[in-house]
Protein backbone atom coordinates (compact mmCIF):
# COMPACT_ATOMS: atom_id res chain seq x y z
CA UNK A 1 0.00 0.00 0.00
CA UNK A 2 1.39 2.72 -0.88
CA UNK A 3 -1.46 5.49 0.23
CA UNK A 4 0.09 7.54 3.40
CA UNK A 5 -3.28 7.37 5.51
CA UNK A 6 -3.24 9.79 8.86
CA UNK A 7 -6.40 9.09 10.47
CA UNK A 8 -7.94 9.76 13.61
CA UNK A 9 -4.02 10.93 14.82
CA UNK A 10 -3.98 14.04 13.06
CA UNK A 11 -6.17 17.15 13.34
CA UNK A 12 -9.16 15.68 14.79
CA UNK A 13 -11.40 15.01 11.75
CA UNK A 14 -10.61 17.78 9.97
CA UNK A 15 -7.98 15.47 7.71
CA UNK A 16 -9.96 12.34 7.80
CA UNK A 17 -7.49 11.11 5.21
CA UNK A 18 -4.46 13.01 4.19
CA UNK A 19 -2.42 11.61 1.22
CA UNK A 20 0.89 13.50 1.32
CA UNK A 21 3.87 11.51 -0.34
CA UNK A 22 5.02 12.86 -3.48
CA UNK A 23 4.70 10.01 -5.25
CA UNK A 24 0.86 10.14 -4.11
CA UNK A 25 0.89 13.54 -4.47
CA UNK A 26 0.36 13.50 -8.37
CA UNK A 27 -3.23 11.90 -8.09
CA UNK A 28 -4.28 14.27 -5.38
CA UNK A 29 -6.61 17.46 -6.07
CA UNK A 30 -5.00 19.80 -4.73
CA UNK A 31 -1.53 18.91 -5.31
CA UNK A 32 0.98 18.92 -7.65
CA UNK A 33 4.14 16.81 -7.52
CA UNK A 34 6.95 18.85 -5.87
CA UNK A 35 4.97 19.75 -3.12
CA UNK A 36 3.07 22.89 -4.79
CA UNK A 37 -0.34 23.80 -3.03
CA UNK A 38 -2.46 24.65 -5.91
CA UNK A 39 -5.84 25.42 -6.24
CA UNK A 40 -8.95 22.66 -5.98
CA UNK A 41 -12.55 21.41 -5.69
CA UNK A 42 -12.21 20.28 -2.05
CA UNK A 43 -13.51 22.72 -0.11
CA UNK A 44 -11.60 21.37 2.88
CA UNK A 45 -8.25 21.54 0.61
CA UNK A 46 -9.60 25.32 -0.01
CA UNK A 47 -9.42 26.52 3.21
CA UNK A 48 -6.26 25.11 4.10
CA UNK A 49 -5.01 26.53 1.20
CA UNK A 50 -6.47 29.88 1.95
CA UNK A 51 -5.44 29.86 5.73
CA UNK A 52 -1.61 28.65 4.13
CA UNK A 53 -1.86 31.56 1.79
CA UNK A 54 -3.38 34.28 3.73
CA UNK A 55 -1.68 33.46 7.42
CA UNK A 56 1.72 31.49 5.98
CA UNK A 57 2.82 34.53 3.85
CA UNK A 58 2.55 36.77 6.61
CA UNK A 59 -0.32 39.19 5.73
CA UNK A 60 -0.81 39.84 9.17
CA UNK A 61 0.70 42.95 9.91
CA UNK A 62 3.43 43.11 12.45
CA UNK A 63 2.39 44.59 15.78
CA UNK A 64 5.06 46.99 16.68
CA UNK A 65 6.45 46.58 20.21
CA UNK A 66 4.95 43.27 21.32
CA UNK A 67 6.89 40.10 20.71
CA UNK A 68 7.84 37.70 22.85
CA UNK A 69 7.54 33.87 23.17
CA UNK A 70 7.63 30.62 25.27
CA UNK A 71 11.34 30.48 26.44
CA UNK A 72 11.02 34.15 24.62
CA UNK A 73 10.94 33.17 21.24
CA UNK A 74 9.18 35.18 18.46
CA UNK A 75 7.00 37.82 17.86
CA UNK A 76 3.29 38.18 17.31
CA UNK A 77 2.75 37.95 13.90
CA UNK A 78 5.07 34.74 13.72
CA UNK A 79 3.20 33.20 16.48
CA UNK A 80 -0.23 33.94 14.82
CA UNK A 81 1.54 32.29 11.71
CA UNK A 82 2.48 29.56 13.73
CA UNK A 83 -0.59 26.93 12.78
CA UNK A 84 -1.05 28.03 9.43
CA UNK A 85 2.92 27.15 8.49
CA UNK A 86 2.65 23.78 10.27
CA UNK A 87 -0.61 23.12 8.22
CA UNK A 88 1.41 24.31 4.85
CA UNK A 89 4.55 22.43 6.26
CA UNK A 90 2.00 18.83 7.03
CA UNK A 91 0.72 19.31 3.99
CA UNK A 92 4.08 19.09 1.38
CA UNK A 93 5.88 16.59 4.14
CA UNK A 94 6.57 12.56 3.03
CA UNK A 95 5.05 9.89 4.79
CA UNK A 96 5.86 6.40 6.13
CA UNK A 97 4.15 3.46 3.87
CA UNK A 98 1.92 1.58 5.45
CA UNK A 99 2.47 -2.03 6.19
CA UNK A 100 0.11 -4.76 4.88
CA UNK A 101 1.65 -7.19 7.03
CA UNK A 102 -0.81 -7.65 10.17
CA UNK A 103 2.16 -7.36 12.86
CA UNK A 104 3.89 -4.36 10.61
CA UNK A 105 0.72 -2.90 10.41
CA UNK A 106 0.24 -3.42 14.24
CA UNK A 107 3.68 -1.94 15.23
CA UNK A 108 3.41 0.76 12.60
CA UNK A 109 0.09 1.78 14.24
CA UNK A 110 1.53 1.25 17.63
CA UNK A 111 4.70 3.43 16.68
CA UNK A 112 2.27 6.47 15.11
CA UNK A 113 5.36 7.94 13.58
CA UNK A 114 3.36 8.52 10.18
CA UNK A 115 5.22 11.58 8.76
CA UNK A 116 8.92 9.81 9.87
CA UNK A 117 10.85 10.58 6.76
CA UNK A 118 10.03 13.80 7.07
CA UNK A 119 10.75 13.87 10.78
CA UNK A 120 14.27 12.37 10.38
CA UNK A 121 14.95 15.00 7.95
CA UNK A 122 13.99 17.84 10.56
CA UNK A 123 15.33 14.88 13.40
CA UNK A 124 18.70 15.54 11.24
CA UNK A 125 18.87 18.90 11.30
CA UNK A 126 18.25 19.30 15.09
CA UNK A 127 21.43 17.39 15.65
CA UNK A 128 23.23 19.02 13.17
CA UNK A 129 22.64 22.44 15.25
CA UNK A 130 22.67 20.85 18.21
CA UNK A 131 26.66 19.46 17.66
CA UNK A 132 27.83 22.10 15.28
CA UNK A 133 26.38 25.37 17.27
CA UNK A 134 24.10 25.08 20.70
CA UNK A 135 26.66 22.49 22.02
CA UNK A 136 29.89 24.47 21.91
CA UNK A 137 28.50 27.83 22.74
CA UNK A 138 26.68 25.56 26.15
CA UNK A 139 29.87 23.51 27.11
CA UNK A 140 31.78 26.89 26.95
CA UNK A 141 29.33 28.11 29.26
CA UNK A 142 28.99 25.46 31.65
CA UNK A 143 32.90 25.26 31.56
CA UNK A 144 33.73 28.79 32.44
CA UNK A 145 30.17 30.42 33.85
CA UNK A 146 30.62 29.60 37.80
CA UNK A 147 27.76 26.66 38.71
CA UNK A 148 25.83 29.37 41.40
CA UNK A 149 25.51 31.75 38.67
CA UNK A 150 24.37 28.74 36.04
CA UNK A 151 21.99 27.90 38.92
CA UNK A 152 20.61 31.81 38.68
CA UNK A 153 20.12 31.91 35.28
CA UNK A 154 18.47 28.70 35.31
CA UNK A 155 16.72 29.70 38.54
CA UNK A 156 15.22 33.11 36.81
CA UNK A 157 14.22 30.97 33.72
CA UNK A 158 12.09 28.58 35.60
CA UNK A 159 10.39 31.37 37.89
CA UNK A 160 9.78 33.35 34.25
CA UNK A 161 7.67 30.07 33.04
CA UNK A 162 5.55 29.70 36.43
CA UNK A 163 2.32 31.91 35.28
CA UNK A 164 2.39 29.43 32.63
CA UNK A 165 2.24 26.26 35.04
CA UNK A 166 -0.20 28.40 37.52
CA UNK A 167 -2.89 28.49 34.77
CA UNK A 168 -2.50 24.53 33.61
CA UNK A 169 -2.61 23.18 36.72
CA UNK A 170 -5.99 25.13 37.73
CA UNK A 171 -6.71 24.23 33.84
CA UNK A 172 -6.23 20.72 34.93
CA UNK A 173 -7.57 21.00 38.64
CA UNK A 174 -4.56 20.48 40.06
CA UNK A 175 -5.16 23.21 42.95
CA UNK A 176 -2.26 21.95 45.25
CA UNK A 177 0.18 22.37 42.37
CA UNK A 178 -1.36 25.74 41.74
CA UNK A 179 -1.12 27.17 44.94
CA UNK A 180 2.49 26.03 45.18
CA UNK A 181 3.36 27.14 41.95
CA UNK A 182 1.76 30.84 42.61
CA UNK A 183 3.45 30.72 45.97
CA UNK A 184 7.23 29.87 44.31
CA UNK A 185 6.28 32.71 41.70
CA UNK A 186 5.76 35.53 44.39
CA UNK A 187 8.57 34.39 47.06
CA UNK A 188 10.91 34.04 44.00
CA UNK A 189 10.24 37.12 41.92
CA UNK A 190 10.33 39.23 45.39
CA UNK A 191 12.44 37.61 47.79
CA UNK A 192 14.28 35.31 45.68
CA UNK A 193 15.28 38.60 43.66
CA UNK A 194 13.57 38.16 40.60
CA UNK A 195 13.99 34.59 40.83
CA UNK A 196 17.30 34.82 40.91
CA UNK A 197 17.14 32.47 43.88
CA UNK A 198 14.38 29.48 44.47
CA UNK A 199 13.88 30.00 47.91
CA UNK A 200 10.54 27.12 48.59
CA UNK A 201 12.89 24.44 46.21
CA UNK A 202 15.46 24.58 49.33
CA UNK A 203 12.55 23.73 51.78
CA UNK A 204 12.13 20.83 49.69
CA UNK A 205 8.97 22.49 48.00
CA UNK A 206 9.51 22.39 44.28
CA UNK A 207 6.23 22.94 41.79
CA UNK A 208 5.59 20.50 39.09
CA UNK A 209 6.18 21.94 35.71
CA UNK A 210 3.01 21.84 33.56
CA UNK A 211 1.97 23.07 29.70
CA UNK A 212 -0.87 23.14 28.18
CA UNK A 213 -0.11 19.95 25.98
CA UNK A 214 -0.10 17.41 29.48
CA UNK A 215 -3.47 19.88 29.86
CA UNK A 216 -5.01 18.60 26.57
CA UNK A 217 -4.15 15.11 27.87
CA UNK A 218 -5.57 15.25 30.99
CA UNK A 219 -8.92 16.84 29.11
CA UNK A 220 -8.35 13.31 27.30
CA UNK A 221 -6.82 14.31 23.74
CA UNK A 222 -5.18 11.61 22.01
CA UNK A 223 -1.27 12.65 21.75
CA UNK A 224 -1.46 12.38 17.76
CA UNK A 225 1.37 11.74 15.61
CA UNK A 226 5.12 11.65 16.54
CA UNK A 227 6.45 15.15 15.27
CA UNK A 228 9.99 16.75 15.11
CA UNK A 229 9.76 20.65 15.01
CA UNK A 230 12.55 22.32 13.85
CA UNK A 231 14.66 23.88 16.53
CA UNK A 232 12.38 22.88 18.83
CA UNK A 233 13.06 18.64 18.51
CA UNK A 234 10.38 15.66 19.49
CA UNK A 235 7.09 16.82 19.82
CA UNK A 236 3.70 15.08 18.68
CA UNK A 237 0.64 17.08 17.50
CA UNK A 238 -1.09 17.62 20.96
CA UNK A 239 2.14 18.91 21.89
CA UNK A 240 2.75 21.48 19.22
CA UNK A 241 -1.02 22.93 19.73
CA UNK A 242 0.16 22.81 23.27
CA UNK A 243 2.91 25.39 22.85
CA UNK A 244 1.03 27.33 20.74
CA UNK A 245 -1.85 27.92 23.53
CA UNK A 246 1.16 27.98 25.66
CA UNK A 247 3.15 30.97 24.13
CA UNK A 248 -0.78 32.86 23.59
CA UNK A 249 -0.87 32.70 27.10
CA UNK A 250 2.08 33.36 28.45
CA UNK A 251 2.36 36.74 29.89
CA UNK A 252 5.62 37.64 28.82
CA UNK A 253 4.83 36.75 24.71
CA UNK A 254 2.41 40.22 25.24
CA UNK A 255 5.11 41.77 27.67
CA UNK A 256 8.63 41.78 26.27
CA UNK A 257 10.40 43.79 23.36
CA UNK A 258 11.56 41.52 20.43
CA UNK A 259 15.05 41.90 21.80
CA UNK A 260 14.46 40.75 25.16
CA UNK A 261 12.67 37.87 23.70
CA UNK A 262 15.33 36.59 21.43
CA UNK A 263 17.87 36.91 24.92
CA UNK A 264 15.47 35.01 26.69
CA UNK A 265 14.92 32.61 24.28
CA UNK A 266 19.01 31.98 24.03
CA UNK A 267 19.65 31.77 27.44
CA UNK A 268 16.89 29.15 28.31
CA UNK A 269 18.32 27.34 24.70
CA UNK A 270 22.03 27.09 26.15
CA UNK A 271 20.83 26.47 29.57
CA UNK A 272 18.84 23.58 28.91
CA UNK A 273 21.62 22.29 26.40
CA UNK A 274 24.03 22.40 29.20
CA UNK A 275 21.89 20.77 31.54
CA UNK A 276 21.33 17.73 29.00
CA UNK A 277 24.29 17.81 27.31
CA UNK A 278 25.72 14.43 29.35
CA UNK A 279 22.58 12.86 28.91
CA UNK A 280 22.00 13.34 25.29
CA UNK A 281 25.65 12.07 24.65
CA UNK A 282 24.68 8.98 26.97
CA UNK A 283 21.41 8.41 24.77
CA UNK A 284 23.82 8.27 21.31
CA UNK A 285 26.10 6.27 22.97
CA UNK A 286 26.08 2.74 20.99
CA UNK A 287 22.28 3.71 19.62
CA UNK A 288 21.47 1.70 16.89
CA UNK A 289 19.32 4.38 15.75
CA UNK A 290 19.05 7.54 17.70
CA UNK A 291 16.08 8.86 16.02
CA UNK A 292 14.14 6.04 17.41
CA UNK A 293 15.60 6.33 20.43
CA UNK A 294 14.82 10.19 20.88
CA UNK A 295 11.39 9.10 19.81
CA UNK A 296 10.92 6.46 22.85
CA UNK A 297 12.51 8.82 25.22
CA UNK A 298 10.06 11.92 24.52
CA UNK A 299 7.03 9.47 24.93
CA UNK A 300 7.96 8.03 28.00
CA UNK A 301 9.13 11.10 29.78
CA UNK A 302 5.68 12.88 28.34
CA UNK A 303 3.87 10.29 30.04
CA UNK A 304 5.58 10.20 33.21
CA UNK A 305 5.13 14.65 33.16
CA UNK A 306 1.45 13.64 32.54
CA UNK A 307 1.13 11.82 35.59
CA UNK A 308 2.81 13.63 37.71
CA UNK A 309 5.54 11.37 37.63
CA UNK A 310 3.49 8.14 39.21
CA UNK A 311 3.38 6.59 35.20
CA UNK A 312 4.43 2.96 35.57
CA UNK A 313 7.38 2.87 33.54
CA UNK A 314 6.91 -0.71 33.12
CA UNK A 315 3.12 -1.13 32.04
CA UNK A 316 4.57 -1.06 28.66
CA UNK A 317 4.52 -4.65 28.41
CA UNK A 318 1.04 -5.98 29.72
CA UNK A 319 -0.59 -5.89 26.47
CA UNK A 320 2.39 -7.30 24.75
CA UNK A 321 2.31 -10.23 27.42
CA UNK A 322 -1.00 -10.48 27.27
CA UNK B 1 -27.39 -12.11 45.32
CA UNK B 2 -28.98 -15.17 45.90
CA UNK B 3 -27.50 -18.92 47.28
CA UNK B 4 -28.02 -20.61 44.25
CA UNK B 5 -25.16 -17.64 42.92
CA UNK B 6 -22.65 -18.09 45.51
CA UNK B 7 -22.65 -22.22 45.05
CA UNK B 8 -21.65 -21.95 41.35
CA UNK B 9 -19.01 -19.53 42.17
CA UNK B 10 -17.66 -20.65 45.36
CA UNK B 11 -15.59 -23.58 43.68
CA UNK B 12 -13.92 -21.13 41.18
CA UNK B 13 -12.99 -18.94 43.81
CA UNK B 14 -11.78 -21.70 45.29
CA UNK B 15 -9.68 -22.94 42.69
CA UNK B 16 -8.62 -19.52 41.61
CA UNK B 17 -7.17 -19.24 45.20
CA UNK B 18 -5.10 -22.08 44.80
CA UNK B 19 -3.96 -21.15 41.34
CA UNK B 20 -2.74 -17.65 42.33
CA UNK B 21 -0.15 -17.31 44.21
CA UNK B 22 0.47 -13.98 44.96
CA UNK B 23 4.02 -12.35 45.70
CA UNK B 24 4.06 -12.38 49.43
CA UNK B 25 6.11 -10.23 51.87
CA UNK B 26 8.91 -12.49 51.87
CA UNK B 27 9.28 -12.55 47.99
CA UNK B 28 9.54 -8.61 48.14
CA UNK B 29 12.05 -9.11 50.83
CA UNK B 30 14.18 -11.38 49.33
CA UNK B 31 13.87 -9.22 45.31
CA UNK B 32 14.89 -5.85 48.12
CA UNK B 33 17.71 -7.64 48.98
CA UNK B 34 18.93 -8.59 45.57
CA UNK B 35 18.84 -5.41 44.27
CA UNK B 36 20.53 -3.77 47.25
CA UNK B 37 22.86 -6.34 46.68
CA UNK B 38 23.55 -6.41 42.82
CA UNK B 39 23.23 -2.78 42.50
CA UNK B 40 25.82 -2.03 45.39
CA UNK B 41 28.03 -4.08 43.06
CA UNK B 42 27.13 -2.35 39.67
CA UNK B 43 28.04 1.36 41.34
CA UNK B 44 31.35 -0.90 42.88
CA UNK B 45 32.66 -2.23 39.07
CA UNK B 46 31.38 1.42 38.04
CA UNK B 47 33.60 3.29 40.52
CA UNK B 48 37.06 1.49 38.79
CA UNK B 49 38.44 3.15 35.78
CA UNK B 50 38.01 2.35 32.07
CA UNK B 51 39.17 -1.23 30.50
CA UNK B 52 38.88 -4.40 29.85
CA UNK B 53 39.34 -5.16 33.51
CA UNK B 54 35.81 -3.14 34.13
CA UNK B 55 34.31 -4.31 31.08
CA UNK B 56 34.93 -8.29 32.11
CA UNK B 57 33.50 -7.28 35.73
CA UNK B 58 30.43 -5.95 33.89
CA UNK B 59 30.19 -9.20 32.21
CA UNK B 60 30.52 -11.20 34.84
CA UNK B 61 27.53 -8.92 37.07
CA UNK B 62 25.03 -9.32 34.02
CA UNK B 63 25.33 -13.26 33.54
CA UNK B 64 24.94 -13.60 37.25
CA UNK B 65 22.05 -10.90 37.59
CA UNK B 66 20.44 -10.37 34.15
CA UNK B 67 17.66 -12.81 32.54
CA UNK B 68 19.30 -11.38 28.93
CA UNK B 69 17.45 -13.59 26.76
CA UNK B 70 14.31 -12.98 28.35
CA UNK B 71 15.13 -9.16 27.97
CA UNK B 72 16.39 -9.77 24.31
CA UNK B 73 13.02 -11.94 23.31
CA UNK B 74 11.13 -8.57 25.12
CA UNK B 75 13.26 -6.03 23.32
CA UNK B 76 11.71 -7.66 20.03
CA UNK B 77 8.22 -7.01 20.98
CA UNK B 78 5.76 -7.91 18.83
CA UNK B 79 8.53 -9.70 15.97
CA UNK B 80 9.05 -12.13 18.59
CA UNK B 81 6.10 -13.54 17.43
CA UNK B 82 7.62 -14.09 13.79
CA UNK B 83 10.86 -14.77 14.35
CA UNK B 84 12.68 -17.95 13.32
CA UNK B 85 14.14 -20.09 15.39
CA UNK B 86 17.86 -19.57 13.81
CA UNK B 87 17.40 -15.74 13.88
CA UNK B 88 16.42 -15.57 17.62
CA UNK B 89 19.57 -17.41 18.11
CA UNK B 90 22.08 -14.99 16.47
CA UNK B 91 20.14 -12.13 17.36
CA UNK B 92 19.96 -13.24 21.21
CA UNK B 93 23.78 -13.67 21.33
CA UNK B 94 24.42 -10.21 19.28
CA UNK B 95 22.26 -8.59 22.05
CA UNK B 96 23.88 -10.02 24.99
CA UNK B 97 27.30 -8.33 23.65
CA UNK B 98 25.42 -5.38 22.78
CA UNK B 99 24.51 -4.72 26.41
CA UNK B 100 27.82 -5.36 28.06
CA UNK B 101 29.37 -3.31 25.50
CA UNK B 102 26.80 -0.35 25.69
CA UNK B 103 25.48 -0.17 29.01
CA UNK B 104 29.08 -0.69 30.45
CA UNK B 105 29.69 2.57 28.86
CA UNK B 106 26.48 4.50 29.55
CA UNK B 107 26.14 3.25 33.17
CA UNK B 108 29.88 4.48 33.61
CA UNK B 109 28.19 8.05 34.41
CA UNK B 110 26.82 7.00 37.58
CA UNK B 111 30.40 6.48 38.95
CA UNK B 112 30.76 7.93 42.67
CA UNK B 113 27.18 7.96 43.18
CA UNK B 114 25.28 6.07 45.93
CA UNK B 115 22.57 3.56 46.15
CA UNK B 116 19.57 4.05 48.76
CA UNK B 117 16.86 1.47 48.43
CA UNK B 118 13.58 2.92 49.02
CA UNK B 119 10.63 0.67 48.48
CA UNK B 120 9.64 -2.38 46.52
CA UNK B 121 5.91 -3.44 44.89
CA UNK B 122 4.42 -6.41 42.86
CA UNK B 123 3.76 -5.74 39.19
CA UNK B 124 2.32 -8.95 38.78
CA UNK B 125 1.86 -12.40 39.90
CA UNK B 126 5.56 -12.74 39.40
CA UNK B 127 7.43 -9.14 38.67
CA UNK B 128 8.63 -7.33 41.77
CA UNK B 129 9.60 -3.60 41.25
CA UNK B 130 12.25 -2.22 43.74
CA UNK B 131 13.02 1.50 43.88
CA UNK B 132 16.31 2.76 44.70
CA UNK B 133 17.18 6.91 44.42
CA UNK B 134 21.37 7.27 43.73
CA UNK B 135 22.77 10.56 44.86
CA UNK B 136 25.47 12.19 42.38
CA UNK B 137 28.85 13.30 44.32
CA UNK B 138 27.64 16.72 44.23
CA UNK B 139 23.50 15.98 45.66
CA UNK B 140 21.43 15.23 42.71
CA UNK B 141 19.12 12.58 42.85
CA UNK B 142 17.86 9.95 40.63
CA UNK B 143 15.36 7.53 40.60
CA UNK B 144 16.22 4.24 39.54
CA UNK B 145 13.55 1.30 40.03
CA UNK B 146 14.59 -2.07 39.23
CA UNK B 147 11.80 -4.44 37.70
CA UNK B 148 12.98 -8.23 39.01
CA UNK B 149 11.29 -11.67 38.60
CA UNK B 150 12.31 -15.15 39.95
CA UNK B 151 13.32 -17.59 36.99
CA UNK B 152 12.60 -21.39 37.47
CA UNK B 153 15.55 -22.08 39.46
CA UNK B 154 14.38 -19.97 42.18
CA UNK B 155 16.99 -17.48 41.01
CA UNK B 156 16.07 -13.42 41.36
CA UNK B 157 17.10 -11.93 37.44
CA UNK B 158 16.38 -8.52 36.58
CA UNK B 159 14.28 -7.99 33.67
CA UNK B 160 14.34 -4.31 32.90
CA UNK B 161 15.33 -0.78 34.57
CA UNK B 162 13.92 2.55 34.58
CA UNK B 163 16.32 5.59 34.87
CA UNK B 164 13.93 8.14 36.22
CA UNK B 165 10.71 6.93 34.30
CA UNK B 166 12.62 5.82 31.18
CA UNK B 167 12.63 1.90 30.95
CA UNK B 168 15.85 0.68 29.04
CA UNK B 169 13.66 -2.78 27.23
CA UNK B 170 10.86 -0.20 26.45
CA UNK B 171 13.75 1.96 24.47
CA UNK B 172 15.45 -0.92 22.97
CA UNK B 173 12.28 -2.29 21.79
CA UNK B 174 11.40 1.21 19.95
CA UNK B 175 14.51 1.66 18.72
CA UNK B 176 14.65 -2.03 17.23
CA UNK B 177 11.52 -1.86 15.78
CA UNK B 178 12.32 0.30 12.81
CA UNK B 179 15.51 -1.22 11.90
CA UNK B 180 13.82 -4.63 11.94
CA UNK B 181 10.85 -3.39 9.47
CA UNK B 182 13.67 -2.15 7.67
CA UNK B 183 16.26 -4.71 7.05
CA UNK B 184 14.54 -8.06 9.11
CA UNK B 185 15.50 -9.41 11.80
CA UNK B 186 18.76 -10.86 10.43
CA UNK B 187 19.44 -7.23 9.80
CA UNK B 188 19.16 -5.56 12.86
CA UNK B 189 21.74 -8.68 14.33
CA UNK B 190 23.98 -7.22 11.65
CA UNK B 191 23.84 -3.73 12.42
CA UNK B 192 24.31 -4.34 16.86
CA UNK B 193 27.11 -6.60 15.81
CA UNK B 194 28.60 -3.91 13.59
CA UNK B 195 27.81 -1.30 16.37
CA UNK B 196 29.40 -3.94 19.10
CA UNK B 197 32.77 -4.10 17.17
CA UNK B 198 33.09 -0.18 16.90
CA UNK B 199 31.95 0.43 20.26
CA UNK B 200 34.33 -2.53 21.61
CA UNK B 201 37.65 -0.67 19.48
Redesign the interface.
Known amino acids: MTLCRIQKMMWGKILPQTICSRSDAVNWPGYRKGGVLTASRNPRLRLLRHAALTYGAGTIPELPGIGGERDGCMSMSRVMRMPAVATVVLLVVACAEV ?1 DDP ?2 H ?3 IE ?1 NDPL ?1 PTNRTVFDFDVTLLDHALSPVALAYRDHVPGPVRDGVSNVLDNLQMPVTILNSGLQGDFDNMAEATSSFFINSTAGIAGLFDIPANSGRKPRREDFGQTLAVWGMEEGPYLVLPLVGPSSARDTVGLGVDIMTDPLTWLLTPAWSYVRTGAATIDSTAREH ?1 RIE ?1 AR ?5 F ?3 A ?3 Y ?3 R ?2 EIAN ?1 V ?4 G ?2 DT ?1 EE | MGRHVWQRIAPALVLAALLWTPVNAGSLEEATDFVAQRAERLLDIMNRPPGSERRDSFARWIASTVDHDGMAN ?1 AL ?3 L ?2 ATDAELRAYTDAFHN ?1 II ?2 YE ?2 LA ?1 FSGYKLKVERSRA ?1 NES ?1 I ?1 VRTTIGSPDGARTIV ?1 F ?1 VSNDNGGQWRLT ?1 F ?1 I ?4 M ?3 L ?7 I ?1 RDGIDG ?1 TA ?2 ES ?1 VSE ?1 AL
Open positions: PVEEIFTEDVQGSIDYATRSLRQNARGEDPFFDF | RGRYEVYVTRRTLDVDRDAEGLSVKTRDEFAGVRLLINS
